[in-house]
């Protein structure tokens, strides 16, 4: 019971903050700070950086993520996970009809060349960034299911690191490849956990009703 309210609890906050977020992208022009922060981000130049943020962003360009995802859920299939790999792709799906609506009921725009440097463009709406939504979404669902139901071992300590990282990083690297706002991104995380948590109390739900049906 207590998993269980604290759950509630966080969701109920984490919805708050991507509502408020929304609106304040909605009425406000230029949320503070967003500029500044872009700016003073893209002037790093330490050796490799911008590699990193390339690589990281890398798997949420195009295709990349229907590929993954499937790949990922056929290897749930395989190890006879099918609830877990059902659940990945109701979390991949579920995320991308939610950016895309949020996108065009926001329609901010992406920031201007003539303001930050820009690594790729892209003719999508900004707010709230795709790339973070889907991170958090698939391989933060991921990362729980690792975290669940893999023993303590070095695969597992590797997992949840690859997993960890990607989510870590993945906002900062819009931000610093020009793709998207600090408040995109803060939007992506908060909208992103919120269906992340309801995806999870799915998964439970669906488990126990299906033990249930097993065992009538």
């Not at 999508?124 to 790339?131: A, C, I, K, V, W």
């Not at 600090?182 to 948590?197: H, K, M, N, P, R």
Request: hydrophobic share 55%.
């Amino acid at each position: 019971m207590r998993h269980r309210f604290t759950a509630l609890v966080a969701l109920i906050f984490v919805l708050i903050l991507a509502v408020g977020i929304s609106l304040a992208t909605t009425f406000v022009a230029d949320i503070p700070g967003d500029l500044w922060l872009t700016q003073h981000l893209q002037r790093f130049t330490y050796p490799g950086f911008r590699t990193l943020m390339i690589a990281v962003s890398w798997p949420g360009y195009g295709y990349h993520q229907w590929l993954i995802a499937p790949g990922v859920a056929l290897l749930l299939l395989l190890l006879q996970l099918r609830v877990e790999a059902a659940c990945l792709m109701i979390s991949a799906a579920s995320c991308w009809v939610l950016n895309n609506t949020i996108k065009l009921m926001i329609a901010k725009q992406r920031p201007a060349g003539d303001l930050v440097e820009i690594f790729l463009k892209h003719d999508t709406y900004s707010f709230p960034s795709g790339h973070v939504m889907s991170y958090v979404a698939l391989y933060g669902f991921l990362f729980y299911l690792v975290y669940v139901l893999m023993r303590r071992s070095v695969l597992r300590f590797f997992l949840l690191a690859i997993l960890g990282t990607l989510v870590g990083l993945v906002g900062l690297s819009r931000i610093y490849l020009g793709a998207h706002w600090a408040s995109d991104v803060i939007g992506g995380y908060c909208f992103g956990f919120v269906l992340l948590l309801l995806v999870i109390r799915f998964y439970w739900w669906l488990k126990l009703r299906l033990n249930r049906t097993a065992h009538e």
